[in-house]
């Protein structure tokens, strides 16, 4: 089955410099990579997702890209704020009715 | 668009009661519903896929009889917790994916996720 990477664990940055998450994935077949910010207690919550015919998409601050060859996909932040603090989890999945595969989470601390 | 809301949010109960939580698809229709298990600090564990109209699929080492799905509708999931024990205390999650188009659902891969149920078993 799909086994899904991720890193760093933790990372601490300060107030508007850039957070970089790197996942790895090893089925080749996956084609759907869906990111996702959870806060402490609350419902993990779809921050940017790409398909596996895209390598990059941008939304405002936030953008992930995706190298099929080397199967990793990351994401980026940049003029990181202090409400972007929240564990981050990457996932990987082979489409439409298929489950998610996800990583193991990124704890993101972004010092004011 | 694309609410999913989930019931009980804080449940306690006493050993050897069964709790059912709800998961309901608010503004579109879920053909598949899936159930996670969340520890504290640790990723989600998919327990379960749920598809409407038929027996949930468990991953392994999810005991089926212990962790009931019931997929009875296209906006509703239940999972019942049987016989619960204080190892079954944790925080539940369920996931929704739209079967068709929706306003505000972004695709039918997305998944869509419930507040979560914070399960405290005495």
């Known amino acids: 089955g799909e086994n899904v990477e991720q890193h760093p664990s933790t990372l601490s940055v300060q107030e508007g410099d850039s957070a970089v998450i790197k996942c790895t994935y090893s089925?080749?077949?996956?084609?759907?990579f869906p990111w996702y910010k959870q806060e402490l207690g609350k419902r993990p919550q779809l921050i940017i997702d790409?398909?596996?015919?895209?390598g990059e998409k941008k939304d405002q601050r936030i953008a992930v890209t995706l190298n099929k060859t080397a199967k990793h996909f990351s994401l980026h932040i940049t003029e990181t704020q202090p409400e972007d603090s929240a564990v981050y989890f990457c996932?990987?999945?082979?489409?439409?009715?298929?489950?998610?595969?996800f990583g193991t989470g990124t704890s993101l601390t972004v010092i004011p | 668009g694309a609410v999913v809301s989930q019931h009980p949010s804080w449940v306690i109960c006493k050993s050897g009661t069964s709790v059912k939580i709800e998961c309901r698809s608010l503004d579109f229709q879920a053909t598949t519903m899936f159930w996670y298990r969340q520890f504290p600090k640790q990723s989600l564990m998919l327990m379960a896929t749920?598809?409407?109209?038929?027996?949930?699929?468990?991953e392994q080492g999810v005991e089926k009889d212990k962790f009931l799905i019931n997929h009875a509708s296209l906006t509703l999931s239940t999972l019942t917790v049987t016989s619960a024990h204080p190892e079954d205390s944790s925080f539940y999650i369920c996931s929704a994916r739209g079967g068709g188009r929706a306003p505000g659902l972004s695709s039918t891969d997305t998944q869509y996720f419930g507040p979560g149920t914070r399960l405290t078993v005495l």
């Open positions: 089925d080749s077949a996956s084609n759907y």
């Open positions: 790409i398909r596996s015919n895209v």
């Open positions: 749920s598809n409407e109209g038929s027996k949930a699929t468990y």
């Open positions: 996932a990987a999945s082979m489409g439409t009715g298929n489950q998610f595969y």
